[in-house]
């Protein structure tokens, strides 16, 4: 058995980044960016107006206001995207519309809205300051600033800016292909008739292949492997095309534990096999030349969290992601906790804000790892240090947020 830190260090040792492709970008939400994208111009690329209104002088708005208005006389109107040949000349002012390039001459623009006209006569009821109502070449983004640095995940923002740049297409991580397989007599599919007493529809599959897909990959459920090791042997072999394996279940010591033996007989080298943290002990990970296979415990708790703490770094790196191990945050503890053993501890919990500011964690009661509610219910997991003591409430303790947790703020 080794230690967490040990098992993170070599997980992230064998992780090579995965190549890259060039996608258009309606294509590129939620993949990870691989190269610098950067400015090739202002952007805004002009000096423009950000209203509706007209491009005045102003000195000639000297004194304006509600009750004593200025008129001026409207010389030409300039539409966005339209040539800028116009001139604001003394007394006079040019109709402008969002986003189009100032007439030479403007020093502010008035929104339309504290105008009143009638023909060519226009009465301006408020004064403006210098540039307002614009937005300057270069405001936004310089020439050759780095708008996206590669390793960001494109969420529609990215892809927007990205755009803004004149970029028609990126290039990202190629999705990693992951086959995932449950294992044991005792799961079953659901959409079946209920499973005799003794059995429980399988919910690793589903949980495993859904995390799988949340993270970037093109994740393939390929079944239930019954605890026999040719049924084992038939699913690792349709498994044979894909980068990665995640098998649950099998990776205890009990005598139908088959999956360790069935993965090293298949010629996978042992990289780690047993970990010193509850839950998630038994783990295994393995390489065949390129090819990963995480064998994961079979407590729907057990395989949730270790895909959160040993799997997702791993898959960050594989994918070029700036990330690097568990990253977490410190919070308030808002109850007693108590701890045995010498495994480092991952505690389901919820993390909130007090009303002082405040981060505050509180462990989910039952913190048994079959029980799945647990991680529906938390948006967090309190890392712990293996040991015997208590933690008081008030404690400032580590607590690695669930990405997931989204859905739940």
Known sequence: MIEFDEAIKRTLAIAKPHPRERVGLLKALGRVLREDVKAGFDIPPFDKSAMDGYAVRLSDLAGTSQESPVTLRVTGEQPAGGKNTLKVEPGCAVRIMTGAPLPAGTQAVVMQEDTKRKGDLLQVFKAVKEFENCAEAGEDVKKGNIVLRS????????????????KAALYVTKRPRAAVISTGDEVHRPGKPRPNRTGIFDANGYSLTSLL???????????????????????????????MVFLSGGVSVGDFDLVRKQLIATGYKEIYWRVAMKPGKPTFLGRKGRKVVFGLPGNPVSVMVVFNVLVRPYLDALLGKNAGGPAGLKA???????????????????LTTSKDGCLEVTPYPNQKSGVLRSMVESNALLNLEGGTYELKPGAMVDVLPLEESWKKN
Request: proline content about 3%.
């Open 151 to 166: 390793g960001s995940l494109l969420g529609p923002a990215e892809i927007g800016m990205a755009a803004s740049t004149g």
């Open 213 to 243: 897909t949340q993270e970037g990959c093109d994740a393939k459920f390929l079944g239930i492997a019954r605890d026999r090791p040719g049924m084992l042997e038939a699913k690792l072999a349709r498994a044979a095309d894909f980068d």
């Open 332 to 350: 308030r503890l808002t109850g007693q906790v108590t701890l045995k053993g010498n495994r480092r501890q991952f505690l389901r919990a919820t």
